[in-house]
C-alpha cells in the first residue's frame, strides 16, 4: 500500500477564490487521480493527473474551473477555481501502481465556501 | 450504464451484533468489486477485492461473498465493535475502463 498525505486537510474559502490541494505519496506511483465526494454521495471522478502532460479530466469536468499539475510520480495539486458554495465538498487524491490495481485514498481535504 | 446500488442507505446496530450490507451492480463487463471503509473525515480503505471467480473473502470481522451470476454482493460484520461505525462503499471495477463505479455508502452507526 502506499501513504498518501494531503494538504490542507480542511478550508474555508470565500466565493470567487481559489484553493489548492496538493497530493503527496511516499512512493512513485503511475497512476493519480482526483474525486470529489459531496454531502451524502459517491466519490466522483474529477480528473486523471498525467505526469508531464495535460491531466484527463471526467465529463463535467474543465481545466479552467479544476487546473491539475503532476510534475512528477509523487506529487500533485488540484485547484478549484473561482469558488462558489456549490463547490463545497470533500476532495480525494488516490493513487494506483496501475489500471487494475486497488486505489489507495488520502484523507481528504473538506472545502467550505461561503 | 454502469451502476452501483447499496443498501440500506444507514443502519444502526447495537454493539456485539452482526449486520449484512448488501451491493447491486450492473457494471459490465465485470473486471473485480472492492469494498472500502470510510471513517468520517477520513479517505476510504480498501477492506477485500473479489475478482469474478471468487465468491468470498474474509478480513478478520469482514466477510465479503459475490454472487456474479446475480450481480449481487454482501459485506458481513460480525461481532460488531463501536470502530465499526463508518461509511462502508462497494466499487466495481470493468473490464473495459479504469475508472471504477462507485456506490453511495451505507452509514453504520454501532451503539454502546
Known amino acids: 500500500s502506499a501513504v498518501i498525505s494531503q494538504k490542507p486537510s480542511r478550508d474555508i474559502c470565500q466565493r470567487g477564490t481559489s484553493l489548492t490541494i496538493q497530493c503527496q505519496v511516499d512512493s512513485q506511483v503511475t497512476m493519480m487521480f482526483w474525486y470529489r465526494q459531496q454531502p451524502g454521495q459517491s466519490l466522483t471522478l474529477i480528473a486523471t493527473?498525467?505526469?508531464?502532460?495535460?491531466?484527463?479530466?471526467e465529463s463535467g469536468f474543465v481545466i479552467d474551473k479544476f487546473p491539475i499539475s503532476r510534475p512528477n510520480l509523487t506529487f500533485s495539486t488540484l485547484t478549484v477555481s473561482n469558488l462558489s458554495p456549490e463547490d463545497s465538498s470533500i476532495y480525494l487524491c488516490?493513487?494506483?501502481?496501475?489500471?487494475?490495481?486497488?486505489?489507495?485514498f488520502g484523507p481528504g481535504t473538506r472545502l467550505t465556501v461561503l | 450504464k454502469n451502476q452501483v446500488e447499496q443498501s440500506p442507505q444507514s443502519l444502526i446496530i447495537l454493539e456485539g451484533k452482526n449486520c449484512t450490507l448488501q451491493?447491486?451492480?450492473?457494471?459490465?463487463?465485470?473486471?473485480?468489486l472492492r469494498w472500502y471503509k470510510q471513517d468520517t473525515g477520513r479517505g476510504p480503505v480498501s477492506l477485500t477485492i473479489m475478482t469474478f471467480s471468487e465468491n468470498t473473502k474474509s478480513n478478520g470481522r469482514y466477510t465479503a461473498t459475490l454472487d456474479a451470476d446475480t450481480k449481487q454482493s454482501s459485506l458481513h460484520i460480525t461481532a460488531s465493535q463501536l470502530s465499526d461505525s463508518a461509511s462502508y462503499i462497494c466499487v466495481v471495477s470493468s473490464g473495459g475502463s479504469y475508472i471504477p463505479t462507485f456506490g453511495r455508502g451505507t452509514s453504520l452507526i454501532v451503539h454502546p
Open positions: 451491493c447491486n451492480y450492473t457494471v459490465s463487463p465485470f473486471s473485480n
Open positions: 488516490s493513487v494506483a501502481r496501475d489500471s487494475t490495481d486497488t486505489q489507495y
Open positions: 493527473a498525467n505526469q508531464g502532460s495535460e491531466a484527463t479530466y
